[in-house]
């Protein structure tokens, strides 16, 4: 996944919004919003990351589907029918 698609690059930059409202305000130099700010983008990439493998859906519990046989075949993995008697 690239860290440059557009839900990353927005919850990279929602994450980033109170570090650059630090940065205007004073408290932070602007060496040290440039690093947060990137930090934030990979914040944002791990979120969206775990967000898509949670809801990406489970294959179907490692079974293969049924067989349908068809009509007149006799399927070789059923038991006989007939018992020796």
């Known amino acids: 996944m690239s860290p440059f698609r557009w839900d990353v690059l927005c919850v990279g930059f929602l994450l980033a919004i109170p570090v650059v409202g630090l940065g205007l305000r004073g408290d932070l130099s602007t060496e040290e919003v440039m690093t947060r700010v990137l930090w934030c983008l990979a914040a944002g990439w791990a979120a969206v990351a775990v967000l898509r493998f949670a809801s990406t859906p ?20 059923d038991p006989a029918d007939h018992s020796p008697a």
């Open 58 to 77: 489970r294959p179907s519990g490692g079974r293969p589907a049924p067989r349908i046989a068809e009509p007149g075949l006799t399927d070789p993995r």
